[in-house]
Protein backbone atom coordinates (compact mmCIF):
# COMPACT_ATOMS: atom_id res chain seq x y z
CA UNK A 1 0.00 0.00 0.00
CA UNK A 2 1.26 4.01 -0.96
CA UNK A 3 -0.31 7.09 0.53
CA UNK A 4 1.05 10.50 1.08
CA UNK A 5 2.63 11.19 4.84
CA UNK A 6 3.46 15.17 4.89
CA UNK A 7 4.60 17.69 2.34
CA UNK A 8 7.31 20.33 2.49
CA UNK A 9 5.99 22.97 4.79
CA UNK A 10 5.20 26.37 3.72
CA UNK A 11 6.99 29.55 5.98
CA UNK A 12 3.92 32.33 4.72
CA UNK A 13 2.85 34.81 6.77
CA UNK A 14 -0.72 32.77 8.45
CA UNK A 15 -0.90 30.39 11.13
CA UNK A 16 -3.43 27.97 9.59
CA UNK A 17 -6.16 28.52 11.96
CA UNK A 18 -9.07 27.62 9.33
CA UNK A 19 -7.17 23.93 8.59
CA UNK A 20 -7.34 23.16 12.33
CA UNK A 21 -10.81 24.48 12.73
CA UNK A 22 -12.16 22.50 9.65
CA UNK A 23 -10.12 19.32 10.56
CA UNK A 24 -11.28 19.88 13.95
CA UNK A 25 -15.37 20.45 13.29
CA UNK A 26 -15.13 17.03 10.77
CA UNK A 27 -13.66 14.97 12.92
CA UNK A 28 -15.72 16.14 16.54
CA UNK A 29 -19.07 16.06 13.97
CA UNK A 30 -18.40 12.33 13.39
CA UNK A 31 -17.70 11.35 16.29
CA UNK A 32 -20.75 12.85 17.94
CA UNK A 33 -23.50 11.99 14.76
CA UNK A 34 -22.44 9.12 13.35
CA UNK A 35 -25.06 6.67 15.09
CA UNK A 36 -27.90 9.52 14.65
CA UNK A 37 -29.58 8.83 11.04
CA UNK A 38 -31.75 11.29 11.84
CA UNK A 39 -29.23 13.44 11.90
CA UNK A 40 -27.22 12.66 8.79
CA UNK A 41 -30.33 11.98 6.51
CA UNK A 42 -31.33 15.37 7.54
CA UNK A 43 -27.63 17.03 6.79
CA UNK A 44 -26.54 15.33 3.98
CA UNK A 45 -27.13 16.62 0.58
CA UNK A 46 -29.74 14.97 -1.34
CA UNK A 47 -29.07 15.88 -5.38
CA UNK A 48 -33.24 15.51 -6.28
CA UNK A 49 -33.94 17.87 -3.49
CA UNK A 50 -31.31 20.03 -4.47
CA UNK A 51 -32.19 19.82 -8.12
CA UNK A 52 -35.56 20.61 -7.36
CA UNK A 53 -34.30 24.06 -5.30
CA UNK A 54 -34.97 22.01 -1.54
CA UNK A 55 -32.79 22.12 1.25
CA UNK A 56 -30.24 23.98 -0.24
CA UNK A 57 -28.41 24.02 3.24
CA UNK A 58 -27.34 20.33 2.93
CA UNK A 59 -24.74 21.66 -0.33
CA UNK A 60 -23.06 22.94 3.02
CA UNK A 61 -23.87 20.58 5.72
CA UNK A 62 -22.69 17.72 4.05
CA UNK A 63 -19.04 18.88 3.80
CA UNK A 64 -19.04 17.74 7.86
CA UNK A 65 -20.56 14.19 7.67
CA UNK A 66 -18.77 11.37 6.99
CA UNK A 67 -19.76 7.72 6.20
CA UNK A 68 -17.51 6.06 8.24
CA UNK A 69 -13.87 5.96 9.68
CA UNK A 70 -12.05 5.42 6.94
CA UNK A 71 -13.58 8.39 4.66
CA UNK A 72 -12.97 10.59 7.50
CA UNK A 73 -9.64 9.52 7.69
CA UNK A 74 -8.36 9.58 4.43
CA UNK A 75 -10.10 13.13 3.87
CA UNK A 76 -8.46 14.45 7.07
CA UNK A 77 -5.10 13.29 5.75
CA UNK A 78 -5.33 15.01 2.52
CA UNK A 79 -7.12 17.95 4.25
CA UNK A 80 -3.96 17.79 6.83
CA UNK A 81 -1.20 17.73 4.32
CA UNK A 82 -2.32 19.83 1.39
CA UNK A 83 -4.57 22.74 3.42
CA UNK A 84 -2.13 24.81 5.55
CA UNK A 85 0.17 25.95 2.42
CA UNK A 86 -2.48 27.45 0.76
CA UNK A 87 -3.73 29.19 3.69
CA UNK A 88 -0.24 30.17 5.32
CA UNK A 89 -0.17 31.92 1.94
CA UNK A 90 -3.36 33.67 1.19
CA UNK A 91 -4.58 34.30 4.68
CA UNK A 92 -7.47 32.92 7.08
CA UNK A 93 -10.53 34.52 5.73
CA UNK A 94 -9.74 34.04 2.40
CA UNK A 95 -9.10 30.20 2.77
CA UNK A 96 -12.17 29.92 4.44
CA UNK A 97 -14.09 31.18 1.61
CA UNK A 98 -12.14 29.70 -0.96
CA UNK A 99 -12.84 26.09 0.77
CA UNK A 100 -16.06 26.34 1.27
CA UNK A 101 -16.88 27.77 -2.24
CA UNK A 102 -14.94 25.05 -3.14
CA UNK A 103 -17.08 22.59 -1.75
CA UNK A 104 -20.11 24.30 -3.08
CA UNK A 105 -18.38 24.16 -6.62
CA UNK A 106 -17.92 20.32 -5.98
CA UNK A 107 -21.61 19.74 -5.45
CA UNK A 108 -22.74 21.88 -8.50
CA UNK A 109 -20.72 19.48 -10.79
CA UNK A 110 -22.13 16.37 -8.91
CA UNK A 111 -25.35 17.80 -9.78
CA UNK A 112 -24.94 18.56 -13.61
CA UNK A 113 -22.85 15.55 -14.33
CA UNK A 114 -22.20 12.46 -11.97
CA UNK A 115 -25.70 11.63 -10.55
CA UNK A 116 -26.59 9.62 -13.84
CA UNK A 117 -30.44 10.48 -12.28
CA UNK A 118 -30.00 8.88 -8.79
CA UNK A 119 -30.99 10.20 -5.45
CA UNK A 120 -28.28 8.73 -3.58
CA UNK A 121 -27.62 11.16 -0.59
CA UNK A 122 -23.95 12.92 -0.68
CA UNK A 123 -21.87 13.01 2.59
CA UNK A 124 -17.92 13.90 3.00
CA UNK A 125 -14.85 17.29 2.77
CA UNK A 126 -13.29 16.15 -0.07
CA UNK A 127 -15.43 18.21 -2.43
CA UNK A 128 -13.63 20.91 -0.57
CA UNK A 129 -10.41 18.91 -0.45
CA UNK A 130 -9.95 18.51 -3.91
CA UNK A 131 -10.33 22.18 -4.60
CA UNK A 132 -7.20 22.61 -1.89
CA UNK A 133 -5.41 20.23 -3.81
CA UNK A 134 -6.64 22.00 -7.01
CA UNK A 135 -4.85 25.26 -6.03
CA UNK A 136 -1.72 23.16 -4.35
CA UNK A 137 -1.13 21.59 -7.82
CA UNK A 138 -0.79 25.71 -9.44
CA UNK A 139 0.66 27.23 -6.40
CA UNK A 140 3.30 24.90 -4.99
CA UNK A 141 3.87 22.14 -7.50
CA UNK A 142 7.69 21.66 -7.03
CA UNK A 143 6.87 20.83 -3.33
CA UNK A 144 7.46 17.20 -2.27
CA UNK A 145 4.94 14.78 -1.34
CA UNK A 146 6.54 11.92 1.26
CA UNK A 147 4.67 9.03 0.40
CA UNK A 148 4.90 5.63 2.70
CA UNK A 149 5.27 2.41 1.24
CA UNK A 150 5.00 -0.24 3.44
CA UNK A 151 8.09 0.72 5.39
CA UNK A 152 9.80 2.90 3.28
CA UNK A 153 9.51 6.41 2.12
CA UNK A 154 10.28 8.40 -0.41
CA UNK A 155 9.20 11.74 -1.87
CA UNK A 156 7.33 12.71 -5.11
CA UNK A 157 7.11 16.21 -6.65
CA UNK A 158 3.39 17.41 -6.01
CA UNK A 159 2.70 18.07 -9.64
CA UNK A 160 2.94 14.16 -10.46
CA UNK A 161 1.76 13.15 -7.24
CA UNK A 162 -1.78 15.40 -8.18
CA UNK A 163 -1.40 15.18 -11.49
CA UNK A 164 -2.13 11.01 -11.11
CA UNK A 165 -4.58 11.76 -8.71
CA UNK A 166 -7.07 13.58 -11.09
CA UNK A 167 -6.47 11.67 -14.04
CA UNK A 168 -7.62 8.54 -11.97
CA UNK A 169 -10.63 10.81 -11.00
CA UNK A 170 -11.31 12.00 -14.50
CA UNK A 171 -10.92 8.13 -15.38
CA UNK A 172 -13.58 6.77 -12.50
CA UNK A 173 -15.78 9.57 -13.61
CA UNK A 174 -15.89 8.92 -16.87
CA UNK A 175 -16.95 5.42 -16.25
CA UNK A 176 -20.01 6.49 -13.99
CA UNK A 177 -20.97 8.45 -17.06
CA UNK A 178 -24.75 7.13 -18.50
CA UNK A 179 -24.31 4.35 -20.92
CA UNK A 180 -21.08 2.85 -19.19
CA UNK A 181 -20.88 0.08 -16.82
CA UNK A 182 -19.94 1.28 -13.41
CA UNK A 183 -22.74 3.64 -12.73
CA UNK A 184 -22.09 2.65 -9.55
CA UNK A 185 -18.71 3.81 -8.92
CA UNK A 186 -18.37 2.40 -5.83
CA UNK A 187 -20.49 5.11 -4.14
CA UNK A 188 -17.63 7.36 -4.45
CA UNK A 189 -18.46 11.11 -6.00
CA UNK A 190 -15.72 11.33 -8.81
CA UNK A 191 -17.23 14.51 -10.58
CA UNK A 192 -17.62 16.38 -6.97
CA UNK A 193 -13.74 15.82 -6.83
CA UNK A 194 -13.25 16.82 -10.70
CA UNK A 195 -15.42 19.95 -10.19
CA UNK A 196 -13.36 20.76 -7.42
CA UNK A 197 -10.24 20.22 -8.44
CA UNK A 198 -10.84 22.56 -11.41
CA UNK A 199 -11.88 25.43 -9.20
CA UNK A 200 -9.16 25.24 -7.07
CA UNK A 201 -7.17 25.23 -10.15
CA UNK A 202 -8.70 28.52 -11.24
CA UNK A 203 -8.53 29.71 -7.63
CA UNK A 204 -4.88 29.18 -7.29
CA UNK A 205 -3.96 30.82 -10.29
CA UNK A 206 -5.84 33.52 -9.40
CA UNK A 207 -3.88 33.81 -5.94
CA UNK A 208 -0.57 33.26 -7.61
CA UNK A 209 -1.01 36.75 -9.44
CA UNK A 210 -1.99 38.01 -5.41
CA UNK A 211 0.97 36.34 -3.83
CA UNK A 212 3.40 35.98 -6.63
CA UNK A 213 6.51 36.48 -4.40
CA UNK A 214 5.21 33.88 -1.62
CA UNK A 215 4.55 31.16 -3.99
CA UNK A 216 7.92 31.63 -6.25
CA UNK A 217 10.02 32.06 -3.22
CA UNK A 218 8.56 28.71 -1.94
CA UNK A 219 8.77 26.63 -4.72
CA UNK A 220 12.16 27.62 -5.21
CA UNK A 221 13.11 26.71 -1.30
CA UNK A 222 10.47 23.52 -1.57
CA UNK A 223 12.42 22.11 -4.55
CA UNK A 224 15.72 22.26 -3.00
CA UNK A 225 17.27 18.59 -1.51
CA UNK A 226 18.33 19.83 1.60
CA UNK A 227 15.01 21.15 2.85
CA UNK A 228 13.49 19.00 5.26
CA UNK A 229 10.12 20.36 7.19
CA UNK A 230 7.50 18.22 6.72
CA UNK A 231 3.89 17.77 8.47
CA UNK A 232 3.04 14.48 9.71
CA UNK A 233 0.43 13.71 10.37
CA UNK A 234 -21.21 3.68 6.83
CA UNK A 235 -24.35 3.59 4.92
CA UNK A 236 -24.92 2.26 1.61
CA UNK A 237 -27.05 5.06 1.42
CA UNK A 238 -24.87 7.65 0.51
CA UNK A 239 -22.40 8.86 -1.93
CA UNK A 240 -18.84 9.62 -0.83
CA UNK A 241 -16.73 12.82 -1.72
Not at 97 to 103: N, R, S, T, V
Not at 113 to 128: E, F, H, K, L, W
Not at 146 to 159: G, N, S, T
Request: proline content about 4%; aromatic content about 16%.
Amino acid sequence: MIFPIGDDNVKGGFYPLFTYIFLAANVLIFLTTRENTVFNNTFSANPCELTAGQDLFTAFTSMFLHANFMHLLGNMLFLWIFADNIESTIGNLRFALFYILGGLAAVAVHLMIGTGGNCIPMVGASGAIAAVMGAYFVMFPKSRIKMLFFIKIFRIPAFLFLGLWIVQQIMSGFSQLPGLKDMDGGGVAFWAHIGGFVFGVLAGLVFKTRFPKISEQENTELSQPEYRSVNVPAKRYNNRF
